[in-house]
C-alpha cells in the first residue's frame, strides 16, 4: 500500500473517522429524517386508509338514504292512494246523502201537491154547490114554494156529494 501512498495508520485513522462519521451521521442525521420520513409515510397511509372507510361510510349512508328516499316514496304513494280513496268514498257518501234528500224533498212535494188538490177539489165542490144553491134558489124562487125549494137544495147536495167522491155532505148556508 505503500506505493500507492497510502500508509496503513493513516488508512485506520481515516477508516476509524468515516466509520465514527457514519455513526454519527446517521444517529444524528440520517435516523431521525428516515424516521420523520416513515412516521410521515405512517401517517399518509393512515389518511389514506381513513379517507378509504370515509368513502365506504358516505358510499353506504348514500345507499341507505336513496332506501330512505324509496321508501319514504312508496309511503307516499301509500297515503296519496288513501287519500283518493277517502276523497272517493266521502263523495260516493254525499251522492247517497243528496240523494236521499232529494228523494224526501221529492216525497214531501208528492205530498203537498196530493193535499194542495184534495184542498182545491174541496174548495171547487164548496163553489159549485154554493153556485148551485144559489142558481137554484133563483130559479125556484121563481117557480117553487118553501118546502119544494128545500126538496131540491137537498137533492142538488146529495148529488154534488155523491158525485164529488162520496165526501162529507156540505150544509147549506
Known amino acids: ?95 247517497e246523502q243528496a240523494q236521499v234528500q232529494a228523494d224526501d224533498m221529492i216525497a214531501k212535494a208528492r205530498e203537498a201537491i196530493v193535499s194542495e188538490t184534495a184542498q182545491a177539489r174541496t174548495e171547487l165542490r164548496r163553489e159549485v154547490a154554493d153556485l148551485a144553491v144559489n142558481a137554484a134558489s133563483k130559479i125556484v124562487r121563481a117557480n117553487l114554494d118553501r118546502q119544494a125549494q128545500t126538496r131540491l137544495i137537498e137533492e142538488t147536495l146529495a148529488e154534488a156529494t155523491n158525485s164529488a167522491g162520496g165526501s162529507t155532505p156540505i150544509s147549506p148556508n
Do not use: C, H
Not at 4 to 24: E, K, T
Open 1 to 95: 500500500m505503500g506505493d500507492l501512498g497510502i500508509s496503513g495508520w493513516s488508512f485506520i485513522v481515516q477508516l476509524l473517522a468515516f466509520l465514527l462519521f457514519l455513526y454519527l451521521f446517521w444517529k444524528f442525521a440520517l435516523g431521525p429524517i428516515s424516521r420523520t420520513l416513515e412516521s410521515r409515510q405512517d401517517r399518509i397511509t393512515e389518511s389514506i386508509e381513513a379517507a378509504q372507510r370515509v368513502q365506504q361510510e358516505l358510499a353506504a349512508t348514500q345507499a341507505r338514504n336513496e332506501e330512505t328516499l324509496r321508501a319514504a316514496q312508496v309511503e307516499s304513494q301509500a297515503i296519496i292512494a288513501r287519500a283518493r280513496e277517502v276523497s272517493e268514498q266521502n263523495i260516493a257518501r254525499s251522492r
